[in-house]
């Protein structure tokens, strides 16, 4: 009897060493990498973490914790982290949920570290749209991506991906916002990707020469964002047939002069 009572004393301290080996176990790793600050100063750190609560970044250097506030970074630098890859690797072997997992245990690592954030939860949205079909959390995942993430680490393709689903997904006002917003403060190349996203809302809601007019800004305006012409020049083109314009085989003919080797270029 009293060696059952000792045994029972004894257990809750015995699960309790178990889960502080799950714990340690399962403690985000270490993602390093270089910062520049607003003063000029290039910091590299061993570990580099975003602290939600106090905006600021905790940075690791010679085994000491400093802060850092959001306010005085500049650039992030920030190094590939294992685990993304092993995830990529994951996803491509067919276990799907498994990946997801695992980027979401990366995202938690990566929050507010550019470009890896953005990274991350695109990939996140592209399973949601293209390997395991669910709407909502393809939604809820971009919209995240958008609200969240650092605007420097998101690429125009990216952008185009978010939009394309919060488009089929109707959420109009919000990105009436989104593309103002980029338009006016974002890159070359984003803006022009916001402005081929707000004629996609226009077609959607049948405004067809609203569509026309943005699609025709890329193709006028930013002629040295080459990789997005083609699909402004096909769109522009394609909202002209719709609306009777003869002008419709010229730009066509244009399109497949300029740009032969596009996707676009034989696109019906």
């Known amino acids: 009897m009293k060696m059952i009572n000792h045994v029972v004393r004894i257990k809750p301290f ?3 060493l178990f889960l502080a080996a799950v714990f340690t176990c399962r403690q985000a790793e270490a993602v390093g990498g270089r910062v520049l600050t607003t003063d000029g100063q290039i910091i590299k750190a061993t570990s580099i973490r975003f602290k939600k609560t106090t905006q600021e970044y905790i940075l690791t250097t010679d085994n000491l ?3 850092l506030a959001k306010a005085k970074v500049k650039k992030l630098d920030i190094e590939k982290p294992a685990k993304f890859a092993q995830a990529i690797t994951t996803l491509n072997s067919g276990k799907v949920d498994d990946a997801i997992a695992m980027f979401e245990e990366v995202y938690t690592e ?3 570290l550019s470009p890896w954030d953005a990274q991350v939860l695109d990939m996140l949205g592209r399973i949601y ?3 395991k079909i669910d709407k909502a959390k393809a939604v809820d995942t971009y919209e995240k ?3 969240n993430a650092l605007p420097e680490g998101i690429t125009p393709d990216i ?3 978010a939009w ?4 089929d997904a109707g959420k109009t006002e919000a990105l009436a916002k989104e593309f103002e917003n980029t338009i006016a403060t974002g890159s070359r190349a984003n803006a022009a990707a916001a402005y081929i996203g707000r ?3 226009a077609k959607r809601t049948k405004n067809t020469s609203d569509a026309f007019i943005d699609y025709m800004r890329v193709v006028l305006l930013f002629d040295q964002v080459k990789d997005l012409q083609p699909e402004a020049m096909y769109k522009a083109m394609k909202c002209l047939e719709e609306l009777k314009d003869s002008r419709a085989a010229e730009l066509r003919r244009e399109l497949a002069q300029k740009y032969p080797q596009s996707e676009y270029a034989s696109k019906e």
């Open 129 to 131: 749209t293209t390997k």
């Open 110 to 112: 990566v929050f507010m």
């Open 199 to 201: 004629g996609d809302l």
């Open 159 to 161: 952008k185009k991906r």
């Open 164 to 167: 394309a689903v919060l488009i």
């Open 14 to 16: 015995g699960i309790i």
């Open 145 to 147: 991506l958008l609200r």
């Open 65 to 67: 914790e400093r802060p």
